[in-house]
Nanobody
């Protein structure tokens, strides 16, 4: 049974930082991708970032490029999302999800339907 558990969310002031973690159990990180998505109230779930652990390639939404960094620790079966220079518009529930695609030849990294397992989410609130 594959399980993903997010942690690290919270309340932070604009310009601050948070580091989200996604602990994966029931499988290894070697053969698939882990994506980060977020969903704000009244909005659709959107792809934020993704790391394809087969080759270490990463993807980012334009809105977070230069501010967010995704990384993985295969020994700990954990993927991280370091979020810097946070803005109020980054406020959302953040989810990690596992995909069977590596997104080089198939799948779309920011398409929720290309992910088959999801965590429960962690709230990130950016406010003064």
């Amino acid at each position: 049974q594959v399980q993903l558990v997010e942690s690290g969310g919270g309340l932070v002031q604009p310009g601050g930082s948070l580091n989200l973690s996604c602990a994966v159990s029931g499988s290894t990180l070697d053969y698939y991708a882990i994506g980060w998505f977020r969903q704000a109230p009244g909005k659709e779930r959107e792809g934020v970032s993704c790391i394809t652990n087969s080759d270490g390639s990463t993807h980012y939404a334009d809105s977070v490029k230069g501010r967010f960094t995704v990384s993985g620790d295969n020994a700990k079966n954990t993927v991280y999302l370091q979020m810097n220079s946070l803005k109020p518009e980054d406020t959302a529930v953040y989810y990690c999800a596992q995909s069977p695609f590596n997104f080089r030849f198939s799948g779309t990294w920011n398409a929720p339907h290309d992910y088959d397992y999801w965590g429960q989410g962690t709230q990130v609130t950016v406010s003064s």
